[in-house]
């Protein structure tokens, strides 16, 4: 059973497992003095229910190779290891278009020009939601389930200290328990496929466990060869969708000394000198309209080809490919006493000021959590990331993409992790697919569609219910990110495999816009702005302000890359064309930015503080809003900032951090995160907290830490040559006054490095990598760059050049 003590040994054992333990060398950890739950009852019974989480597992440590995943929980008398595979979701291939969907839309746009948006959202709910209906849902992400190891009860224990490494990606728990110093290391290994236990001790023949799985699959659990853990399962059916999946985990133990035994369930270790646990998971999917996968070839492979090395070659692999990644950037803000304090108690005392480094760490985390859990060739960032612990999370852990997949990739590019976009870019591809059927099944369109979630299967129509799911621009803000990837890393070679999927998405709104009876103004109709009623009693309506700024960007950076590549001159005139017949942005009475096309923003009805801030994705993150060009309409978007509020669900909280960013507001966008790195929106672990935890939050905060310190924009085009901004330090909050950041990338194909001290910008180092012209900003003042690729550039606070080869 789990660790669990009386109250009475609670307190002694709490002042035994802090002993002297003090906090690891590598100031980039998170550490703590007790294992996850310690304490609580939250054994084999529980564990979530794998339904219902208990707090324990957001107490627990990620480890993940972007395609498996665990999550360490550094028990002392039984550890638990809660595992994933990216592709364990549940059901199988499915088409959810309703067949009654295209014959009712156009009374459904009559309802809308109309003003009855409550008769118009009944219509939708009864004829246009997505079938099969469990109720109008998709498929959830499900766990794998659990590798338990039991260890002999221990009497006493001092010294405890569990820690998560982000620069070697290693996750440790060390502690002596009767007199023997004992250790555990556990990494999920881009390089070899597996993840891989260390148990060690300082003493020989001191390691003694038995390991033995737990899952709410169907599976059947076996042992084999006397080492070996094989589970073998097929996942959920859900709402009518037959399972279609196999899977198949494998847990080899290797022990040094001792003997090495086997039940039919469980394996046993007995006086070793160290052990070492090889663990590999796959399933059967190949894509979403393929699952003839072998996963029980793929996971034999794996461990056989990792059990070729010994544990150091295997570590050594790990981290270099790790560090590959993570360590392109450094940030420091400053130090203080704060970072001698577990992380726990750094994240309970945040809103003290006296952290710095607590910013920095949360922001190296959100980088860590990203090459974790989205590496090439895996899946996208789900809500949850790669971790999860039930059979139907919160919301399937599916892809949200009104907002939260999005915001998952917004650090990707600029923090210098541009690869790990490549999920995302892939499961875009798949959505013009599957998207294109729904265009042409359910509006009668070319090109294709994505409504507001996705899941492995890549389902594109809309779900849930009218208020939520009846929103046509998911596809359209997902291309935004493959364009932002060519901005940052100009290849016309990648351009051209994304440019089809971009113009298709164009395509579908060509041939779907409507003509407002009044203005003229061509509209999305039916939509929403995502999840917000308006004064008519429903979400349901005619062009949404968030609408209108995507299309804007959808159609500009189709039409730019066309212009690239030289191709489709008349379909890029059309959209030129069409993209000036756009509603307009509209200033409302109060002065705020109009959320819709009718002035509703503040009437009886309409939630002032909702969480969700769509109209202002013209701020950010696209720059169609902006402090330098549009002044009054960011001074709109500003008050609709303010009447909103600073304090929300977790992911909405970071996108008001990015928000103020681009209103140079550094101070303001602090307090936020101040917030944001609370108790109430931070679990011990550092998750975000929704709540409950999604992941969101994480890359929305590490996104607006970055521009707090770099932002970067295309300016409009001059002739031939695209010129780009570079904007250093623009919103610098006062709490950071010295410090430094290296390795950040801005569009246009460069590389940055930003120095500052007194709260001023001192130096700022540009490197071509692949970019050429650009304007660099600070303040009032302007520098103009001209690199030939691999130059390089470094500007003073003045932005006078000071050394650099151009």
Known sequence: MVFVICS??????????????????????????????FGQQSGAGRQGGFGRRDSSWTEALPVGNGRIGAMVFGGINRERLQLNEDTLWGGGPYDPVNPQGKAALPEVRRLVFEGKYRQAGNLINQKVMSSPHWPNSEMPYETAGNLYLTFPDSSSVENYRRDLNLDTAVAGVEYTANGIHFTRQVFASP???????????????????????QTPQQAAIETEAGNTLVVSGVNATVGGIKGALKFQVRARVLAD??????????????????????????????????????????????????MHKCFDELRAAHIKDHQRLFRRVSLDLGTSGAMKLPTDERIQNFHNGDDPQLAALYFQFGRYLLISCSRPGGQPANLQGLWNDSMNPPWQSKYTININTEMNYWPAEESNLGECVEPLVSMVKDLSITGARTARELYGAGGWVAHHNTDLWRATGPIDFADSGMWPSGGAWLCDHLWEHYEYNPDQTYLKQVYPIMRGAAQFFLDTLVETPTNHWLVTNPSISPENQHPGGSAVCAGPTMDLEILRDLFANT???????????????????????????QIGHAGQLQEWLQDWDYQPGVEVHHRHVSHLYGLYPSWQINVFDTPKLAAAAKYSLEMRGDESTGWATAWRINLWDRLHDGDHAYRILQFLLSPGRTAPDMFDLHPPFQIDGNFGGTAGIEGMLLQSRALEKKGAAQNFEIDPLPALPSAWPKGSVIGLRARGGFEVGVRWAGGKLTTVTIHSVGGRQATVRYRDRHAEINLKPGGTVQLNGELQSSTGSN
């Open 8 to 37: 009475a040994q609670l307190l002694a054992a709490e002042s035994e497992l802090a002993g002297s333990a003090s906090a690891p060398a590598e100031p980039l950890s998170l550490w703590y003095r007790r294992p996850a739950g």
């Open 191 to 213: 390089a070899d496929q597996v993840i891989v236990v260390r148990l060690t001790a300082d003493k020989k023949g001191a390691i003694d466990f038995t390991a033995n799985y």
């Open 257 to 306: 000394g001792g003997t090495v035994t086997a039940t039919t369930d469980s394996v046993n270790v007995t006086n070793a000198d160290s052990a070492t646990i090889l663990i590999a998971l796959a399933t059967s999917y190949k894509s979403f309209d393929d699952v003839s996968g072998d996963p029980g070839e793929i996971v034999k492979g794996q461990i056989a080809a990792a």
């Open 559 to 585: 039409i730019k890359a066309s212009e690239i590549l030289n191709v489709d001159s008349a379909f890029r005139k059309k959209l030129a064309a069409t993209r000036a017949r756009l509603a307009p942005l």
